[in-house]
């Protein structure tokens, strides 16, 4: 799914609407929850749904039971640190990224997002800057890399060490 837009994209045209959230979808994966509340993937899906309809506390309510029920989730995890970002609740963002870090320390998207967060919900650009590098490092040529590399761009444009990057980066989940 694409990222939603970073709240620094609105002032750039006119007010969006968010995706419609997907209904036959949901109401055949809450069937599947219903038959089998154990299911994790029903739970990270539901969430998924949300996400990307852009309804985060919604997108919350599933990651948490996805996550509850399959701990070792690293990217149920990043989604449920990204839908507490955009609620607002940034420092719950980090805390959740770093348990998707003690999965997989090297989970090149949750150390995209820690980048973002750190960077726009902290403005900590020097943890925003190691984060990104590390993604840059461990998986160089890949859709997270990129953004990365637009961000450490976009930071040593900010100090006047460099050209700025084509677009600002925002937090990827669903």
Same mark, same amino acid.
């Given at each position: 799914?694409a !990222?939603?837009?970073?709240?620094? *994209?609105?002032a750039?045209?006119?007010p969006?609407?968010?995706?419609?959230?997907?209904?036959?979808?949901?109401?055949? #994966? #809450?069937?599947?929850?219903?038959?089998?509340?154990?299911?994790?993937g029903?739970?990270?899906?539901?969430?998924?749904a949300?996400?990307?309809a852009e309804?985060?506390?919604?997108?919350?309510?599933?990651y948490? &039971?996805a996550?509850?029920?399959?701990?070792?989730n690293?990217? !149920?995890?990043?989604?449920?640190?990204?839908?507490?970002?955009?609620s607002?609740?940034t *420092?719950?963002?980090?805390?959740?990224?770093?348990?998707?870090?003690?999965?997989?320390?090297?989970?090149?998207?949750?150390?995209?997002?820690?980048?973002?967060?750190?960077?726009?919900?902290?403005?900590?650009? %020097?943890?925003a800057?190691? !984060?990104w590098? %590390?993604?840059? %490092?461990?998986a160089?040529?890949?859709?997270?890399?990129q953004?990365? %590399? &637009?961000?450490l761009q976009?930071?040593?444009?900010?100090?006047?060490?460099?050209?700025a990057?084509?677009?600002?980066?925002?937090?990827?989940?669903g």
């Amino acid at each position: 799914a694409a !990222a939603p837009a970073t709240p620094g *994209d609105a002032a750039a045209g006119a007010p969006r609407q968010p995706p419609a959230l997907d209904e036959g979808k949901v109401q055949s #994966l #809450l069937t599947i929850v219903k038959s089998d509340p154990k299911n994790a993937g029903a739970h990270v899906q539901l969430g998924n749904a949300y996400f990307d309809a852009e309804r985060y506390p919604d997108a919350i309510k599933w990651y948490e &039971q996805a996550v509850k029920l399959d701990p070792q989730n690293a990217d !149920a995890s990043t989604d449920l640190g990204v839908s507490y970002y955009y609620s607002g609740r940034t *420092d719950d963002a980090l805390k959740q990224f770093e348990n998707s870090l003690k999965i997989n320390p090297k989970h090149a998207k949750t150390l995209f997002n820690k980048g973002i967060v750190l960077a726009f919900g902290k403005r900590d650009l %020097q943890g925003a800057t190691a !984060a990104w590098q %590390q993604v840059v %490092q461990l998986a160089p040529g890949t859709p997270e890399a990129q953004a990365a %590399q &637009q961000g450490l761009q976009g930071i040593a444009a900010a100090q006047g060490r460099g050209p700025a990057p084509a677009a600002t980066p925002g937090p990827s989940g669903g």
